[in-house]
């Protein structure tokens, strides 16, 4: 494991709290203890790291994504220890980049009707869906992404390619479109809501 992190950058850390999610710099790393500096964040978030609560973890390297879960053991400010564990999840890119968005949606805030008609993918990038009227492209769309009833993330949508389809026998259209002003710690949820995705249905294809 700790030659495993040693491979990796771009490490996020995510409290119970989501909304204090940041990023983290590890800078030194035995076989007891991870020692890092949280970056990303702000005083009034730093509180949702306290001793013994449990944080997640993600880094990226040249296979993919890394992902722990552990605790934190202390902290003087911005200055944070965790807890070294030995287990941990591997996620290809192929395999954690767009997943389906299951019981949530997509509200186009400009549009004054819901014309969200099937969402087919999602990624932290960007979206794959079918609405039943046409964007256009690179303008910026604001819209709120609805990843479950007690979780949603605001930002825009710019289309990067439309193109026109048959949608329960009417005319409708394939919108694949990248987010745009997406907040760092919004971007590592959508992260986290990818991954834990793939890993139910991982589960669900093993059992």
Known sequence: ?????????????IPSNFKSSGALNIIDITDEEIKAELNLIVDTEVNDYSVGSNVEIFGVNSLGLIYFETKVVARDDFKITLAMTPDYSMIQRREYSRVNLNQGNIIFKDISQDVTLKIEDI?????????SQPLELDKYYDIEIKLSS????DCALSPIRIKEVE??????YLISGKFVDLENADRIVLVQYAFKVKMEEQNKENN
């Open 167 to 172: 949608y329960d026998g009417n005319v409708a």
């Open 1 to 13: 494991m700790k030659e495993l992190l040693k491979s990796a950058k771009d490490f996020k850390i």
């Open 123 to 131: 990624s932290a990038g960007g979206v794959k869906l079918i609405l």
């Open 150 to 153: 007690n979780m949603s993330i």
